[in-house]
């Protein structure tokens, strides 16, 4: 089956511009002190507060949470030597499992 020409677009705009290598390599300590970064983000949170959008903040919470997560030092040392530690993916899974419940309750359970 062939790619259809709107994604083989995305894909290359992706691959050019590098963007899941700038991904991995973000300071995250570096970004949360950058006043042009915070002052947005506390915006944002202000008006979400405002309007009382409780599911947008908890899905955002839950965004930065996960991508906290994924660059911790316990997600570096679940390979040692190219090989994936077992007893180390439990958490990861149960994490994946919250992270997905939080995300059903939130869309689909959760009525305001």
Do not use: H
């Not at 894909?11 to 970064?37: C, H, M, S």
């Not at 997600?75 to 149960?94: C, E, H, R």
Request: aromatic share 16%.
């Amino acid at each position: 089956m062939a790619t259809p020409d709107f994604l083989v677009s995305i894909i290359d705009f992706f691959n050019n511009t590098e963007i899941p290598r700038q991904l991995k390599e973000v300071d995250a300590k570096g970004l949360f002190t950058n006043w042009y970064f915070l002052a947005p983000l506390i915006g944002l949170f202000c008006y979400m507060l405002w309007k009382q959008a409780w599911d947008s903040m908890i899905l955002i919470v839950l965004g930065f949470g996960l991508w906290m997560f994924s660059g911790s030092q316990y997600m570096k040392n679940v390979f040692v030597d190219g090989q994936l530690q077992l007893d180390a993916i439990a958490p990861i899974i149960g994490v994946g499992i919250a992270a997905i419940a939080i995300i059903i309750y939130v869309l689909f359970i959760r009525s305001d």
